[in-house]
């Protein structure tokens, strides 16, 4: 179903090794031209708020309109945290500008140094190990992200951004718990067999949700590996032979057993194995187990991991040194990722982000290290429209700390990736991120049919109206054709309430009133079961 | 937590009373026991004590001499028949519970050991439609004021006592057409269970016929709630009953069966007070002491309890979170644990959720009342495993889950400050998370089985907790001391807020409160604890 790649580049290349250095610079162009090409749609608007990439895909855009329910769509979404603050601008270097070797005087990366991506920026040598993903077009490179009036702590900062709010903003909820819940609306009423997201490391606030936490966390890969070897979190044996341990051993026996995703998790990690190798890296493990529960067909949608250790104030180093191995480390990883899941194709489904709560100070300081700054790039890796989105900054226009302004907001990259990547509807992603961000154009919307006109007409339900309600609201759906239809109303615990129709229905819209006098407020949910499929909303009564 | 190492510790036989340190540990088990999860100010007082003894017997002569409160007007206005009334005697149990101790403990026991239902009395149409609530509440107070006189009287008072007698259908006993229901259970459930502790049987079926007999002849007048003995539907022929011939009545059986069967009766008693307060393998060895010294104080229950809640055995580390909670024990001990009051509108939630899993206060199943408090089945499985099952404890955490982020009628996410402040100091993380899982884990947090975090600590490598700073400390004093589960417990707490950014503010009235995500940080890492196995224990 993702047919989008046919533009790549051919694979093999020669001279495509990622080294440093002179020798390579022809291929180095070739990139560049491409490069320049995907970063056209910006560079013709200029900077400031046009943050968009190249302009969204029309065709693309009218297939929003047939969004696949969540069993269609097997995408995945891995998000890589890189805990600390990244220093962004030793990360993608802008090796043209002076201000940058000014402000740096130990730590900066050379022109010659660093690898370049077009005449103006390049990255770490240390992210050698990424040129095949770049080369083949399978990684995109999105310059100055942030947000209005940064926050330079590390717990409110990593807050704002698994959160997705603004920084004025408290939100309890993760943009990732958000999505999820939007797109599994029957979450409560009938919650899925397998995890709606799985963390391995990483700020557990990404999967937070009204209905708390949507993801299962494992410590790290060893911990994944003693979850399957006891068949669940909690070891049964190793427990005292006395009084206490028995009643724990049952109880941890329960526990097991009541694990809603035991069953989903073990056949996916028995159903697969890791189809090639993997550094030696804490990282480089946790994503080896993400590879593994894909291919082994868990219907996950969103993974997180974690590396920490960015935080780099002392002696952070240039080519080497403390942040070359955590951006090596990172780059090993991905690419090691990518390299297992192309080994059965599966490389097509998977979408990786980095993200960090920060960037770093401009101002190398006094201990050849970086303090915690604003704004600084995203890398996203796999089946992207390659390239580099948004204008590094100019290292001119800085904010009162002396840090680069923010040009693209961090939440047009969730967008896009609502949007696209996961086929939400633009009204659903605006719901789920609280706001209106541009679509960067980096991944290609999901296609459901190359024939016009072929996509299924599909039953729709509506919004209920009004929403808060106080005592009684209608429901609203469309049916594409007769059929048996039920309407069930259920509190959030999944506790029927009641059965509003249960009979046959004509095709067209229908509206249904229904009357919560007797009801307590709040949250409830609304289900359709129709022969062309079910669905489920909330509905809220504020009494 | 002071803990003796496994190899040291004695396997105490008898009811020697404990005289070894009076610490923290050995405060919290007696807590837990006697009340409903550990409350700070309840686990500060009894840590005060001089001694176990000094804390047993305060508390229980405490219970002893409770006054109770005044009844409720619906109660005093007439009789009710009104299921809103009969919640009312449940949440009024509710808040006993959470703010009581150990007298509610023992309504507890009883009202499982004397079980009643309520839903059995407004069922029937023979039976006490228009006045079931205030029976019900007659019968708490019944349990209130004699749970911890005589054995004897008390079992004699129940037997007596008008929701039971409607209950066992002793209302519907006359000469000529003995009904067995009251009869058996007196023997069975309520005074000697039907075999001694070596096996043998304590009674015939013959005999439960003539108690039927002998136990004939009771009523009840709804407009007082007082049962009354009606000579006229009175058996009053001679019964044989344990080898026994004379024209015995309820008082007569009573005093027969504790006479002709009192070792029965005490070892009985005893075992089922073993395995509600200790441990649910009962020990025979000690329960045969108990029961030896019941006798010897002439079944005064007070005395049994002191007795027991004293010794050396009862604070053998080996039962220090032995027991499984019950539902009940369960959130109310997390109401305790996190000084959460039951709002109506939560306790309402909580009897809803019971009432779902069948667990609903003053409701029990069956006349043996609920398994989880009872003895061992035939086959040795311990009672206190019907408490869990793969829909039951799933049900516990997002029950407990709901109440933290107010998913309920009440609607108030939980905030942690307060009982940060209470349990630990707020700002300090490493500390914060151990004292929080230790506050409300009855286990030694070194055998919870806390997750294991790879990753290191978020935030500067440089500044890590390890690390030493100018003056030559590590930045966090002890950090090489700490503990795995410490470490992990406050990476789990901590997730990508790094050590040093943790902290708490003080508004302009001088409370403390916290920023958001550092609340948000605690009722994930409390969400966390109260899902893992070990919170399930007491």
Not at chain 1, 182 to 191: G, K, Q, R, S, V
Not at chain 1, 326 to 350: F, T
Not at chain 2, 168 to 182: I, K, R, S, T
Request: hydrophobic content about 35%; aromatic content about 10%; proline content about 5%.
């Amino acid at each position: 179903m993702c047919n989008h790649h046919n533009h790549k580049p051919t694979k093999n290349r020669h001279g495509a090794s990622l080294e440093h250095g002179e020798a390579h610079t022809q291929d180095h162009q070739s990139w560049t031209r491409r490069s320049f090409l995907s970063t056209l749609g910006i560079g013709a608007l200029g900077s400031g708020l046009m943050l968009g990439g190249i302009p969204v895909n029309a065709m693309a855009r009218t297939k929003f309109l047939n969004r696949l329910s969540a069993a269609e769509n097997d995408r995945i979404l891995i998000l890589i945290q890189l805990s600390g603050g990244n220093d962004g601008l030793n990360t993608v270097i802008p090796f043209e500008n002076d201000v940058y070797y000014q402000k740096r005087p130990t730590i900066a990366i050379t022109k010659e140094q660093s690898i370049q991506l077009n005449d103006e920026i390049g990255i770490h040598p240390a992210m050698a190990s990424l040129e095949p993903l770049w080369g083949n077009g399978n990684m995109a490179v999105f310059n100055n992200v942030g947000y209005e009036d940064p926050n330079r702590s590390h717990a409110r900062a990593t807050d704002i951004w698994t959160s997705g709010s603004s920084s004025n903003m408290n939100v309890g909820t993760g943009w990732a718990g958000r999505y999820l819940l939007e797109d599994n609306p029957d979450y409560i009423a009938n919650p899925p067999e397998y995890p709606l997201g799985v963390r391995i490391g990483g700020s557990a606030t990404l999967f937070q949700s009204e209905f708390g936490n949507l993801g299962v966390t494992f410590g790290g890969a060893s911990q994944f590996a003693q979850f399957l070897e006891q068949g669940g979190f909690y070891s049964e044996e190793d427990v005292p032979a006395n009084e206490f341990g028995r009643s724990l051993s049952f109880a941890r026996k329960v526990a097991n057993s009541s694990f809603r995703y035991l069953e989903s998790i073990q056949n996916a990690a028995d159903n697969s194995t890791n189809l090639s190798e993997y550094p030696d890296s804490g990282l480089a493990r946790s994503l080896s187990v993400v590879a593994r529960l894909v291919r082994g067909g868990l219907p996950t949608k969103v993974f997180l991991v974690s590396r920490g250790g960015f935080d780099t104030h002392n002696n952070q180093g240039g080519i080497e040194g403390g942040h070359a191995n955590l951006l090596a480390d990172i780059a090993n990883s991905v690419q090691a990722l990518y390299a297992d899941l192309e080994a059965d194709g599966l490389q097509d489904r998977v979408l990786t982000m980095t993200f960090s709560e920060f960037g770093r100070t401009l101002d190398e300081n006094s201990s050849q290290g970086t303090d915690h700054g604003s704004s600084a790039p995203v890398m996203v890796f796999g089946p992207v429209n390659g390239g580099i989105y948004g204008e590094h900054a100019n290292l001119i226009d800085l904010d009162n700390s002396g840090d680069p302004v923010y040009e693209m907001d961090y939440r047009s990259i969730y967008s896009s990736i609502l949007t696209s990547w996961f086929g939400l509807e633009i009204d659903d992603t605006e719901t789920v991120l609280q706001g209106e961000f541009e679509d960067l154009g980096f991944v290609n919307a999901l296609a459901t049919s190359n024939e016009p006109g072929s996509a299924p007409i599909s039953f729709t339900l509506h919004q209920n109206y009004p929403n808060p309600f106080n005592p009684s609201t209608n429901i609203s759906f469309v049916l594409p054709d007769a059929g048996a239809v039920k309407v069930s109303v259920y509190d959030i615990k999944g506790s029927l309430i009641e059965v509003l129709t249960d009979r046959t229905l004509r095709a067209g819209e229908h509206t249904i009133a229904f009357d919560a006098r007797n009801l307590a407020s709040g949250t409830y949910i609304y289900r359709l079961d129709t022969p062309f499929g079910s669905t489920s909303r909330k509905m809220t009564l504020l009494k | 937590m002071t803990s003796t190492p496994l190899a040291k510790r004695k396997q105490s036989t008898g009811l020697t009373p404990y005289t070894d340190n009076w610490g923290k540990a050995q405060a919290s088990h007696l807590v837990r026991r006697t009340h409903f999860g550990n409350k700070i100010s309840d686990l500060n007082r009894v840590r005060a004590f001089a001694s176990a003894t000094e804390a047993a017997e305060t508390l229980v002569d405490e219970a002893v001499n409770a006054v109770l409160p005044d009844d409720p007007s619906w109660y005093t206005n007439g009789t009710s028949g009104n299921v809103l009334d009969m919640y009312d005697v449940q949440f009024q149990r509710m808040d006993n519970m959470y703010n009581g101790g150990f007298l509610e403990r023992m309504v507890l026991f009883w009202s499982n050991h004397f079980a009643v239902s309520y839903q059995n009395m407004n069922d029937l149409p023979g039976k006490a439609p228009n006045s079931y609530s205030s029976h019900m509440y007659k019968y708490v107070k019944l349990l209130q004021t004699d749970g911890l006189g005589d054995f004897r009287e008390l079992v004699r008072s129940v037997s007596k006592n008008s929701a039971m007698v409607y209950y066992l259908n002793n209302y519907n006993n006359e000469a000529g057409q003995p009904n067995e229901d009251f009869a058996r259970e007196l023997l069975e459930l309520f005074a000697l269970g039907p075999n001694d502790k070596d096996g043998n049987t304590n009674y015939t079926e013959n005999d439960v016929a003539e108690v039927a007999r002998a136990v004939t002849g009771w009523r009840v007048n709804d407009a007082n709630l007082a049962s009354f003995f009606d000579e006229d539907r009175f058996d009053s022929g001679e019964k044989t009953i344990l080898g026994q011939t004379a024209s015995y009545d309820l008082d007569g059986v009573v005093d027969l069966v504790f006479s002709q069967r009192e070792a029965e009766a005490a070892w009985f008693i005893c075992n089922k007070i073993y395995v509600f307060f200790v441990s649910a393998e009962p020990d025979a060895t000690v329960v045969q002491t108990m029961a030896e010294y019941c006798i010897s104080v002439n079944f005064d229950l007070a005395a049994v309890l002191k007795n027991l809640l004293s010794s050396a055995h009862f604070y053998d580390e080996r039962f220090m979170g032995c027991r499984i909670k019950s539902p009940i024990e369960s959130f109310i001990s997390f109401f305790r644990q996190f000084e959460i009051i039951p709002s109506d509108d939560i306790k309402e939630y909580i009897r809803v959720e019971m009432q779902g899993l069948n667990e609903e206060l003053l409701r029990p199943d069956t006349v043996f009342g609920w398994s989880g408090y009872n003895p061992p089945d035939s086959d040795g499985t311990p009672g206190h495993y019907a408490w869990l099952n793969t829909n039951l404890m799933p049900a516990r955490w997002s029950i407990i889950s709901d109440l933290i982020y107010g998913n309920n009628d009440d609607g108030d996410v939980y905030d942690p400050i307060r009982i940060a402040g209470k349990v630990s100091d707020p700002l300090n993380p490493f500390s914060l998370a151990e004292d929080i899982a230790e506050h409300i884990l009855a286990l030694p947090l070194n055998q919870v089985g806390i997750r294991e975090v790879e990753e290191d600590f978020a935030g500067n490598p440089d500044l890590h907790p390890g690390n030493i700073n100018n003056q030559g400390n590590e930045y966090v004093p002890g950090y090489s001391e700490f503990p795995e589960y410490k470490i992990n417990l406050t990476k789990i707490l901590l997730g990508e807020i790094p050590w040093y950014e943790w902290t708490a503010n003080t508004d302009n009235d001088g409370n403390l409160y916290y920023e958001d995500y550092f609340a948000e940080a605690l009722r994930q890492y409390i969400s966390y604890l109260i899902q893992l196995p070990a919170y399930q224990l007491i």
